[in-house]
């Protein structure tokens, strides 16, 4: 029986330790509330395609072209059109937070239809929309197509990334603005990204120190009050500026983050091991056949046999049991089980048994 103690040996790169965690500005942890982007999103037809659009099977897409050319004072029916340079398209993009008219946003263009391609198309007018109902932006412009899709005849073909969805950038100009007036308040509220009790506190203190009063105040997990002092009424976005750049160290929970797929194991400095014993071993069976041929006897009449001759062989590792003593880091339980020869598999399938054990003070998650 072996006792685990701290080696010297580098963990492999299998494993990724979090580093401790460093001071950092609020505006890295926190946003403040009210401050978001907006989606939008509209629908659209891309035209120039070269016969890589939808098909006549996409009746909307046909009905789109009659519709677009209705506005424009032609007149043609729609049955029997087709339409092989024309595609169907969903347009999205995201309105930023103080955006105003005239500005320009960059929009993604996806299509909705069976097109193949979308490369050397160009997007007709088109109103954005956001969850209101109401047109914020306009999109238009040239496709910008990072892939590309090939046809040989008699089958193949190559394909490389999405060539049915396309960006533009700048494409789309702002109609409307959001209203968003930071100055009417008297308070701003923080969102703390990942919400955790012992940075809320850390960050209501180190706010209530740089301002000298108790102006900020923690709600919950992820929410702290800030009042605007005196000083900074009227003067909201230097306020605003002069909280943000004010550093707090934050907490986070003892956790083991599990890739199967990959055999990455990613944990934090605070996860701790409790008294357990680990016994790892593999089981190794082979199986060999000779066949071996046997001619008949002298003098008799028939044939020669063949005799088919199975040797089975088990082999089992020989693995000593570890003993882990309480408050060993995880790093140690690893770099011990990596001296057992333990796999990226093992370690992660005996991880979990060991939090199974209850012997593992951190949250697995399996990815």
Do not use: C, W
């Not at 460093?22 to 035209?47: C, F, M, P, T, W």
């Not at 509220?189 to 850390?202: G, I, K, P």
């Not at 943000?244 to 199967?260: F, G, K, M, Q, Y």
């Not at 055999?263 to 400095?269: D, F, P, V």
Request: net charge neutral; proline share 5%.
């Amino acid at each position: 029986m072996n006792r685990l103690t701290i080696p010297t040996l580098l963990l492999p790169a299998l494993v990724a330790l979090a580093l401790p965690a460093h001071a950092e500005r609020i505006k890295d942890l926190a946003e403040v509330r009210g401050v978001r982007s907006n989606q939008l999103v509209g629908y659209g037809i891309v035209l120039g395609l070269n016969g890589t659009g939808d098909t006549d099977k996409m009746t909307f897409t046909t009905q789109s072209v009659v519709a677009m050319l209705a506005r424009n004072n032609v007149r043609i029916p729609a049955a029997g059109l087709k339409l092989k340079n024309v595609a169907a398209v969903m347009i999205t993009a995201d309105l930023p937070p103080f955006a105003r008219v005239g500005n320009n946003i960059d929009v993604t263009v996806s299509s909705i239809g069976d097109a193949k391609s979308l490369v050397g198309g160009t997007l007709v007018a088109a109103p954005l929309k956001a969850h209101d109902g109401q047109i914020y932006a306009m999109a238009q412009g040239a496709l910008s197509v990072g892939g590309f899709s090939v046809d040989a005849k008699g089958g193949g073909g190559q394909v490389k990334n999405h060539p049915t969805v396309a960006r533009i950038p700048d494409g789309a100009i702002i109609e409307r603005e959001v209203a968003l007036d930071l100055a009417a308040g008297e308070k701003i509220t923080l969102q703390l990204d990942a919400a955790d009790f012992t940075t809320a506190a850390r960050m209501t203190k180190v706010v209530n120190m740089n301002l000298g009063g108790n102006y900020a105040r923690a709600l919950d997990s992820g929410t702290v009050d800030v009042q605007i002092p005196p000083p900074y009424v009227g003067r909201l976005v230097e306020f605003i500026a002069l909280v943000e750049r004010l550093e707090v160290t934050p907490d986070s929970v003892a956790r083991v983050i599990v890739n199967e797929r990959t055999g990455t194991i990613i944990m934090g400095q605070d996860v701790r091991i409790a008294p357990v014993a680990v016994a790892h071993g593999n089981l190794t069976v082979s199986v060999r056949v000779n066949n071996q041929a046997v001619p008949a006897a002298p003098l008799t009449p028939g044939t020669g046999q063949t005799v088919r001759n199975t040797d089975v062989e088990v082999t089992e590792e020989k693995r000593n049991l570890i003993v882990v003593e309480g408050g060993a880091s995880l790093a140690d339980i690893v770099q011990g089980l990596n001296r057992l020869g333990a796999s990226p598999r093992d370690l992660i399938t005996i991880l979990q048994a060991i939090k199974r054990a209850g012997a593992l003070r951190a949250d697995v998650e399996v990815m």
